[in-house]
């Protein structure tokens, strides 16, 4: 039975379930893996699965798909577009369609902004054009507006946008952007992008909506968090819960990523968060040195994601740390 969770209404009318499972598994393949936690997914009630070409495992999500026996149609499925790929986009989305072979794609992204050289062999490479040589974006993005006309994909976003290239991209677009998927939590609110994409018919998606683990390189963990713990504490709820809720509540879509039944479980048992719990979330990424990245690790006021600059990518970042 599908999981009594909220949907949203993308921009082309078509609904999303406001929490997906992500398909990342922190290294590309890891295929087994994969295709047992999107099994157990399945039984435990998601309908919404977040998978990349990059991430080399879509042949196991669509395996799962098919053996869960659940009418295709309850089933939202994103992949997204490997950098690589940029100037072959209808070569890239029929081989990620015949690879998840689950009849269509309900949405299809472009991955990064950036276009990595074709004989780049993977997708996380630095071996990528600048952002004015061709193909850009903006090519990119036409070319993904013709794949609309063969009906086997029913929506198109972008992925890591930010305010400075959409502003690039929208004025050259036939289909604005379904969605655009960035990392989003507490620490990371991506207010002004949020309010932009609303103004634009844009339903943000938050990718590493629980944050990391902390590590050496990154000791903040949103799963420590004191504030978190005691709204969770009060509740008596999972700390991801609170989390998730929180963004769900702010209208975004949600897609954490668990192997463990458990939590699989828990991660789609909403709650609702008082305006008072809701403001002191809200309120976290104030506090000195918290609003940030927590998903990458580049240093340096001028560091580079995937071969482009925080400058070229929109990004107010210094060592981690994003400028309000």
């Known amino acids: 039975m599908a999981a009594n969770i909220p949907s949203f209404t993308l921009n082309n009318g078509i609904k999303i379930p406001s929490v997906g499972m ?116 903006v090519e990119t993005w036409k070319d993904m507006e013709k794949l609309l006309e063969g009906g086997k994909v029913k929506s198109i976003g972008v992925s890591n946008f930010s305010i400075k290239n959409l502003e690039i991209l929208l004025p050259h677009c036939t289909v604005v952007p379904a969605t655009n998927q960035v990392e989003m939590h507490p620490c990371l609110p991506q207010n002004d992008l949020k309010a932009y994409c609303a103004s634009k018919g844009i339903l943000l998606t938050a990718y590493s909506p629980l944050g990391q683990p902390a590590r050496p390189n990154q000791p903040i963990s949103l799963v420590n968090n004191n504030a978190i713990k005691s709204i969770a504490n009060k509740l008596n709820v999972d700390l991801a819960q609170v989390l998730l809720s929180w963004g769900i509540q702010r209208k975004t879509v949600v897609i954490p990523k668990t192997e463990n039944e458990t939590r699989m479980k828990t991660n789609i048992t909403l709650i609702k968060l008082s305006t008072e719990d809701m403001k002191a979330i809200d309120e976290l990424h104030t506090q000195p040195n918290m609003h940030r990245t927590l998903a990458h690790s580049a240093r340096g006021a001028s560091g580079m994601i995937f071969g482009w600059t925080f400058e070229e990518l929109g990004w107010n970042m210094v060592d981690g740390v994003v400028s309000k």
């Open 22 to 137: 992500g398909c990342w598994m922190g290294t590309p393949g890891e295929n087994e893996r994969v295709y047992h936690m999107c099994l157990n997914a399945l039984k435990a009630g998601y309908r919404h699965f977040d998978t990349a070409a990059g991430y080399g495992n879509e042949k196991q999500v669509g395996k799962a798909i098919r053996e869960s026996t659940i009418p295709r149609n309850e089933i939202f499925l994103t992949t997204k577009l490997a950098n690589p790929y940029h100037s072959r986009v209808k070569e890239a989305f029929e081989e990620s369609l015949k690879t998840l072979d689950c009849e269509y794609i309900d949405l299809y992204l472009m991955h990064w902004p950036q276009a990595g050289r074709p004989e780049a062999e993977q997708s996380w490479g630095n071996d990528v054009f600048r952002p004015d040589e061709s193909p850009t974006f």
